[in-house]
C-alpha cells in the first residue's frame, strides 16, 4: 500500500478521515454502549498524546499499559507511538512483583493503570522501579486521599495535553512524521510460564504487515465487530484488537466487566471473534448440560435437527454441493433451532472465528462448524505477532492447522522441529542477545520449540513440544502428547500418558473421568464403591479398549506415526494429581516423576504379564499421606497395518 | 464544628439525636432512657447482645416504632410522629436484617424502587409514560447505574434478586438504601450470615460509601473485629439500657461492656 501509513499514528490519520463518522470503539459503562468514532478516538489520543508530552514523555520513552481492556488503556499504546515511545502492555492479574520484574526490565517510565487496585501495586514497586516516573489512572474512585505529585487522572492528563497544544500546535504532528515502519512499536512480554518473562521487540512493519496480510487472507472489513476480552499483553489482543483493527478500521467493542463477557457478547454479536479450545469446550458443555434439563419436546427437536446438522451443516460450510431436501430441512433446523441457539451463544452475526494454543476436540470443532459457525484453527506464536500458518476457507481440518499464512514460509527442520520465517518476524528479545540467537538464526528463520510435519494435503500437523519429542528403537518417531491428546478426546478418558522413547512399541497409561464412567455405570447398573474399583472393572477396560482400538485405526493412516499404535494400555487406581507431583499446576503430564513413581508398571507394560502389583503413596486434601495398593490388570490392544502407501 | 479523622474524612455536627427514649411492648421494656447522637459523616455502631434492644433503636430513628418517652432530633429538628414513608423522605434509608428485596424483580428493578421518593411525575404522567416520566425516569436509571458501577454488580443487573446468593442479595440491599439518596443510612447487620469474604467486600463497600458520599452510617453488627475496624464510635446497649459509648478503644477496655459480653469476674 501506500509508503505513508507504515506506522498506526499514521493509520490513526488516515482512518479519521476515511472513516470519520464510523465506529471505532465502544464500551459498555453505566448500562449503555458508549461509542467514540475514529475522529473523536483520535481526538482523544491526540490529546493524551499532547499530556504525555507535556509531561515529559520523549521519544524512546517507554509506557507501560495494566489493566483490563478499556478504550482508554488502548488510547494509551496509540498515545505513546505517536510520539515515538514504546508501549508496554503488562498481564494485569500478576502480583506485584511479576509486575515489577517486567516494569524495572522494560524501565518503563510511564505508567496507565486502569484503577485502584492497578495504581496501589505501582505504588508497591515504585521504589524498586527507579525509572518510574508518573502513574495515569483510568477510574478515579478511591484515589481522592492518593498523594498526587506523581498521580494524574487520565482526564487531567488529557486537559493538560489541550493547553499544551495551544502553546505547541504541531508537535505532535512532527513526532508522528518522524515515525517509520521499522521503528520498534511495541514490547510484547511473554507470561514467563518457564523462567523469567521475555520481552518481544516488535517493528511496525511486523505488526501492519502482518496485520494486512492477515485481513486480507480472510477478507475483513470496516463492517467487522469484534468483542476485546483477552489480555491487551498477549500479542493475539494486539493483533485482533489493535493491528487488524487500526488497519482494517473495524470496531472494538470493550465488555463491561470481566463478568459480564457473556452477556456482552450476546449483545454486541460479534462478527469475527477468537476464543482458546478451553472456551468452545465450555459453551458446548453447558448447552448440552441445559438441553438435558429442556422439556422433552425440545429435547427431541434439538436431538434431531443436529443430526441433521450433522450431515449438512459442514458440507454447506466448505461450498460442497448438497441434494435440495438437505437444504430445505437444514433451513428449517435454522429457524427451529441452530439460529436461536446462536443467539444464545452469541454467534448470531459470526463470520469468523478462529482458536489456537491447543489441540480442539474434532467433536467440539465440528459442533460449531455444523451450525453454520465458521470456525477456523490457527498456528501461531508472539514471535511471529500470531500468524504462522492459517486455515483457508473451505480447507478447515480439526486435526492440522492449516496452510503457512500470506508471505510466510515454513519448514521442517531434520529433527522434526517447525522453523518459520516471514514479516512478522519479531526484532529481538529486549535486553537477550543470547536468547534472540538462540531462537532466530541469521537467515531469519525461528525456531518454535514445536515439531510437526506437513500432511498429504499441505496442512501444518503440529504434534509435540520438540523437546518431548522421542525415537523408538527402530527409530520412528514417537510423540506422547499427540497421541494423549488424541486419547483424551474420548469423554471418559480424562488423563492419559504415553510411553515409547527407547521402546519397541508403543503403551499408555489410562485415568477415567470419574463423572463419564460413573455416569455411564449408572445407567448400565454396574455398581461400584470407589475410583479404584470403578478404573479396574473389566467392562471399563473393554470400553477403553474400543477407543484406543479406535485411535490405533487413525494412527495407522498418519504417514509418520503409524508406528505410535498403542499395544498395552492399564487403567491407573488412582487419578493423577498435582498434589502428588504428577501433573503441573496447569494440568500437563510430569514424565520424569511418572516415570519414577511408576516404573515397575511400565515395566509391566514391557514384559508382557497380565497384571502388576503397585503400592502408591498419595497426598489427601489436607496434606495427611497414605497408601493405596492394587494390582493392575494390563490389557493388550489390536493393531493395524499402516494404511499409508509408501511415496514411490 | 468540622475535625477531621486521621484518613481525611469531614466529621462534622450533629446530625440526629436521641434523647431519653423509652419504648415498651406491653409489660416488656425494650429501650429505657437512651440518649445518644450521630454526627454527620462518622460510621456509628450499635452493638449489644441479643434482645438488647439494638433493631429496637434502629426501628424507632426509621419511624417503625413510637416510643412512648424521649425526642428524635433530626437535622436540627424535633421529630414529630410520623410513618416510615415520611422518614424515608427527609433522608433516611435503611437495610433489613433479613433482606427485604422483592424477589421476583431484577436487581435493576429493585434498585429503582429506592428511587420512588424523589419521583415527581404524577400517576397521570406514570401512565401515559411518554413525556415527562419518561425523562425523570432515565435521569433516575442513570443514577441507579452508578450505584450499580459503583458495587461491581453489572453482571446481575437483569438477574432476579431471589436467584442471587445470599451475600450479592445483601449487597443489592445496600443499593437500593443508596439509591434513596439518604443523609443517613441505617444498616441492620450487614455481614450476618456472611463468609469471610463477603464481609471484607461489605466492610470495602460500607467505607467508600461513607468516604465517596459522605453518607453518615449507623449499623448494628456482632462481629466485633468488623465493628472496631469501621466504626468512628461505638454505642453499647444491653437489656434496654445504654451501656458506654465511645470509640472503639474506650468502649473495648470499659469494664461495664466487658462484663456484659464476657461475664463478671468472679471473685
Known sequence: ?648 | MAESTQDGRKIGGTLLEVKNISLSFGGVKALTDISFDIKEGEIRAIIGPNGAGKSSMLNVISGFYHPQQGEVWFRGQKRGSMRPYEVARQGIARTFQNIALFKGMSTLDNLMTGRITQMHTNLFWQAIWKGPAEREEIAHRERVEHIIDFLGIQAIRKTPVGRLPYGLQKRVELGRALAAEAKLLLLDEPMAGMNLEEKEDMCRFILDVNDEFGTTIALIEHDMGVVMDLSDRVVVLDYGRKLADGTPAEVRSDPEVIKAYLGGAHA
Open chain 1, 1 to 648: 500500500m501506500d509508503h505513508q501509513s507504515d506506522t498506526f499514528p499514521k493509520l490513526l490519520t488516515d482512518n479519521a478521515q476515511r472513516f470519520a463518522t464510523r465506529v471505532a470503539m465502544r464500551e459498555k459503562d453505566y448500562g449503555i454502549w458508549q461509542s467514540w468514532t475514529w475522529a473523536q478516538m483520535r481526538d482523544e489520543i491526540v490529546a493524551l498524546a499532547n499530556g504525555l508530552a507535556a509531561l515529559g514523555f520523549q521519544r524512546g520513552d517507554k509506557l507501560a499499559i495494566v489493566g483490563s481492556n478499556r478504550p482508554r488503556l488502548y488510547w494509551g499504546i496509540c498515545a505513546a507511538q505517536c510520539l515515538g515511545g514504546i508501549p508496554v502492555p503488562v498481564y494485569q492479574d500478576s502480583v506485584a512483583d511479576e509486575m515489577q520484574y517486567v516494569l524495572e526490565h522494560a524501565e518503563a517510565k510511564f505508567v496507565i493503570a486502569e484503577d485502584q487496585e492497578q495504581v496501589d501495586k505501582m505504588l508497591e514497586i515504585q521504589e524498586r522501579c527507579p525509572n518510574m516516573q508518573h502513574i495515569i489512572y483510568d477510574d478515579p474512585r478511591g484515589m481522592r486521599s492518593y498523594q498526587h505529585d506523581h498521580l494524574h487522572d487520565f482526564a487531567e492528563v488529557q486537559t493538560l495535553g489541550r493547553e499544551f497544544a495551544k502553546q505547541h500546535p504541531e508537535y505532535v504532528n512532527q513526532e508522528m512524521a518522524q515515525g517509520k515502519g521499522s521503528d520498534i512499536s511495541i514490547f510484547l512480554y511473554t507470561s514467563g510460564t518457564t523462567g523469567k518473562p521475555k520481552g518481544v521487540v516488535m517493528t511496525y512493519d511486523n505488526i501492519i504487515m502482518t496485520a494486512r496480510n492477515s485481513v486480507n487472507f480472510d477478507k475483513l472489513s470496516q463492517n467487522e465487530e469484534v468483542l476485546s476480552y483477552l489480555p491487551m499483553a498477549w500479542v493475539g489482543d494486539h493483533i485482533f484488537s489493535y493491528g487488524q483493527a487500526y488497519v482494517a478500521g473495524f470496531c472494538i467493542n470493550c465488555p463491561e466487566s470481566e463478568s459480564t463477557i457473556s452477556t456482552d457478547l450476546r449483545e454486541i454479536g460479534p462478527t469475527y471473534y477468537f476464543a482458546p479450545p478451553r472456551v468452545f469446550e465450555n459453551i458446548l458443555t453447558t448447552v448440552t448440560i441445559r438441553m438435558h434439563d429442556a422439556g422433552k419436546l425440545k429435547q427431541r427437536m434439538y436431538n434431531y435437527f443436529m443430526e441433521v446438522a450433522r450431515k449438512t451443516g459442514v458440507k454447506l460450510l466448505n461450498g460442497e454441493a448438497v441434494s435440495a431436501a438437505d437444504k430445505l430441512m437444514y433451513s428449517l433446523g435454522n429457524l427451529l433451532v441452530y439460529a436461536p441457539l446462536k443467539n444464545t451463544m452469541g454467534f448470531s452475526r459470526i463470520r469468523l472465528a478462529y482458536t489456537a494454543g491447543e489441540a480442539i476436540g474434532p467433536e467440539i470443532f465440528d459442533f460449531f462448524r455444523s451450525l453454520g459457525i465458521n470456525i477456523k484453527q490457527l498456528y501461531g506464536q508472539t514471535e511471529a505477532a500470531v500468524f504462522i500458518t492459517m486455515q483457508p476457507d473451505g480447507q478447515i481440518f480439526a486435526d492440522t492447522v492449516g496452510v503457512p499464512a500470506p508471505g510466510v514460509d515454513v519448514k521442517i527442520a531434520e529433527n522434526g522441529e517447525v522453523l518459520y520465517r516471514g514479516p512478522g518476524v519479531f526484532h529481538s528479545y529486549y535486553k537477550n542477545e543470547q536468547s534472540t540467537r538462540e531462537t532466530k538464526n541469521e537467515e531469519g528463520w525461528v525456531f518454535t520449540g514445536d515439531a510437526g510435519y506437513f500432511a498429504e494435503n499441505g496442512h501444518l500437523k503440529i504434534i509435540d513440544r520438540i523437546k518431548d519429542v522421542g525415537r523408538f528403537n527402530d527409530g520412528s518417531m514417537f510423540a506422547p502428547k499427540y497421541i494423549e491428546n488424541k486419547l483424551k478426546f474420548f469423554p471418559h478418558i480424562k488423563e492419559a500418558v504415553a510411553f515409547g522413547h527407547e521402546k519397541d512399541y508403543c503403551t499408555a497409561f489410562i485415568n477415567i473421568d470419574l463423572e463419564a464412567v460413573g455416569n455411564w455405570a449408572e445407567r448400565n447398573n454396574v455398581p461400584y464403591a470407589s475410583y479404584q474399583e470403578l478404573a479396574g472393572n473389566p467392562q471399563v477396560y473393554q470400553m477403553m479398549l474400543k477407543s484406543i482400538e479406535e485411535v490405533n485405526r487413525s494412527l495407522a493412516g498418519d504417514k509418520l506415526l503409524s508406528n505410535s499404535q498403542i499395544h498395552r494400555f492399564l487403567i491407573l487406581h488412582k487419578e493423577l494429581d498435582p498434589d502428588d507431583g504428577e501433573l503441573t499446576r496447569t494440568r500437563k503430564v510430569r514424565r520424569r516423576i511418572i516415570a519414577e513413581k511408576y516404573g515397575v508398571l511400565i515395566d509391566a507394560l514391557y514384559n508382557g504379564s497380565k497384571a502388576c502389583f503397585i503400592r502408591t503413596e498419595v497426598t489427601f486434601e489436607d496434606g495427611r499421606k497414605g497408601a493405596i495398593e492394587a494390582n493392575l490388570n494390563i490389557a493388550d490392544v489390536p493393531t493395524f497395518a499402516s494404511t499409508v502407501k509408501e511415496a514411490a
